[in-house]
């Protein structure tokens, strides 16, 4: 059994995905012609509270089509529905996928990720996947290698990576004007009033066995009776969830990993518990990660779930220039919140350098990936950088796990 007490080796987890060999070749078939006036045919799989909101995202998008939606959960389907009359509503995401969708957006509770993954690519359909791209290790083997074999149009759900503080950011590094970063600061900050945790989330009425398919929510983990309160607040247990890495460091890591064109850390560190609301969840709310990466640099984040103040942010720290990105960060006179992202040169090594802000505006995340379902284009957010930021979360879980430094190799084993 594996770290997280659910044996997933690749073996298994090809054949509890329903995933052969041969159907991987399907994706290989061409995609659907687009012209001009075509309308992008979209499907979604899982629309909970974070589906909805990229339900929303999809039907802003100018000549693009929600056709149909599947969910495991009858409420959820009448609230799909209620958003976008007319569409199509499944049960079973394997009758969706049978229908005629040129793109599927995966927004399913991270332990099903994959599964949902595998089966859209093998289907032939292109695929927006939320983040995090994968529950473990083991599973982002798998979908790396199944979209590297396909023709697939995959993009990640981590918006950051549509940010024109990232394009700016790299042009700065491309330009020298950092120097040499040894350093990366990051934070994420939140508060809830006491004796409310964040994610916790009410059980409603109808929230049993008669209305939810449990079997498919598990996913092949050990059958249990029905359980309501886990099935609405699955980011509480590490079972279905990697809990804040996977939530929330994972996109400022994978925006990290942007800037500075980083490869995977060679190890992670992880301290921190649950400190804030003692409600019987498993992940922890109090966190700070060290991840150490090749050529000499290391990358921190810090988060809370008991002090919202500082929002959260990066610092890039070179030798030449520093770039701080910051949003959510409360002035407490006005109570506004500010994003912003500056440069600043090191004037003991770099006197040539102006202070500089950031005005290269945000792209549309969901719009990029209808874009590119009719360029063939590579998405902001690729599976590379989907891949890389899902192995660097799981490695420092992981860490925080076993209580130990944890490297890429020994993360490989654990199968976590």
Same mark, same amino acid.
């Given at each position: 059994?594996?770290?997280?007490?659910?044996?997933?080796?690749?073996?298994?987890?090809? =054949?509890? !995905?329903?995933?052969?060999?041969?159907?991987?070749?399907?994706?290989?078939? $061409?995609?659907?012609?687009?012209?001009?006036?075509?309308?992008?045919?979209?499907?979604?799989?899982?629309?909970?509270?974070?589906?909805?909101? &990229?339900?929303?995202?999809?039907?802003?998008?100018?000549?693009?089509?929600?056709?149909?939606?599947? @969910?495991? +959960?009858?409420?959820?389907?009448?609230?799909?529905?209620?958003?976008?009359?007319? *569409?199509?509503?499944?049960?079973?995401?394997? =009758?969706?996928?049978?229908?005629?969708? @040129?793109?599927?957006?995966?927004? !399913?509770?991270?332990? &099903?990720? %994959?599964?949902?993954? &595998?089966? #859209?690519?093998?289907?032939?359909? @292109?695929? +927006?996947?939320? =983040?995090?791209?994968t529950w473990s290790i083991? /599973?982002? @083997?798998?979908?790396?290698? %199944?979209?590297?074999?396909?023709?697939?149009?995959?993009? *990640?759900?981590?918006?950051?990576?549509?940010?024109?503080?990232?394009?700016?950011?790299?042009k700065w590094i491309a330009q020298g004007m950092l120097g040499k970063v040894t350093q990366v600061e990051s934070w994420m900050s939140r508060n809830t009033p006491h004796g409310e945790g964040q994610w916790v989330r009410p059980v409603p009425p109808d929230c049993d066995a008669a209305h939810t398919n449990w079997t498919a929510f598990l996913n092949g983990r050990p059958d249990r009776p029905f359980d309501g309160y886990k099935y609405m607040n699955w980011r509480l247990f590490w079972e279905f969830s990697g809990g804040n890495i996977?939530?929330?460091?994972?996109?400022?890591?994978?925006?990290?990993?942007?800037?500075?064109?980083?490869?995977?850390?060679?190890?992670? +560190?992880?301290?921190?518990?649950?400190?804030?609301? =003692?409600?019987?969840? /498993?992940? $922890?709310? #109090?966190i700070a990660v060290t991840l150490d990466f090749p050529q000499d640099l290391v990358v921190t984040w810090q988060s809370t779930f008991s002090n919202s103040r500082y929002g959260l942010g990066e610092r890039l720290l070179g030798s030449e220039g520093t770039v701080e990105?910051? %949003?959510? %960060?409360?002035?407490?006179? #006005?109570?506004?919140?500010? /994003?912003?992202?500056? +440069?600043? $040169?090191?004037?003991?090594?770099?006197?040539?350098?102006?202070?500089l802000t950031s005005g290269t505006p945000d792209q549309n995340h969901m719009a990029n990936w209808i874009d590119c379902i009719r360029s063939r284009k590579t998405p902001n957010a690729s599976v590379d950088i989907g891949y890389r930021s899902a192995v660097a979360g799981h490695m420092a879980n992981l860490a925080y796990r076993t209580k130990q430094r944890v490297t890429f190799e020994k993360a490989r084993e654990m199968k976590g």
């Open positions: 059994m594996g770290i997280n007490g659910f044996d997933n080796t690749r073996r298994e987890f090809i =054949k509890k !995905s329903g995933v052969v060999a041969g159907a991987v070749l399907l994706a290989t078939t $061409p995609a659907r012609v687009l012209g001009a006036n075509d309308r992008v045919r979209i499907g979604m799989i899982g629309v909970g509270g974070r589906g909805q909101d &990229l339900l929303k995202q999809v039907l802003a998008v100018p000549n693009a089509q929600l056709v149909a939606i599947a @969910d495991i +959960y009858s409420r959820r389907r009448d609230e799909a529905q209620k958003l976008a009359p007319g *569409i199509r509503t499944f049960d079973d995401h394997r =009758k969706l996928l049978e229908t005629e969708l @040129d793109g599927v957006i995966v927004a !399913s509770p991270l332990h &099903l990720h %994959a599964k949902h993954f &595998l089966d #859209t690519v093998a289907a032939g359909k @292109d695929l +927006y996947c939320e =983040k995090t791209m083991a /599973e982002a @083997d798998e979908c790396l290698a %199944a979209a590297k074999k396909s023709n697939r149009v995959i993009q *990640i759900g981590l918006q950051h990576e549509s940010s024109g503080a990232l394009a700016d950011t790299r996977t939530e929330n460091m994972v996109h400022q890591i994978a925006w990290i990993m942007s800037a500075l064109n980083l490869p995977l850390p060679t190890s992670a +560190y992880m301290s921190g518990g649950v400190f804030s609301e =003692k409600d019987g969840r /498993e992940v $922890p709310d #109090t990105h910051v %949003a959510g %960060a409360t002035d407490m006179v #006005t109570g506004r919140s500010q /994003e912003e992202t500056r +440069y600043w $040169p090191e004037r003991v090594n770099n006197k040539k350098d102006s202070v």
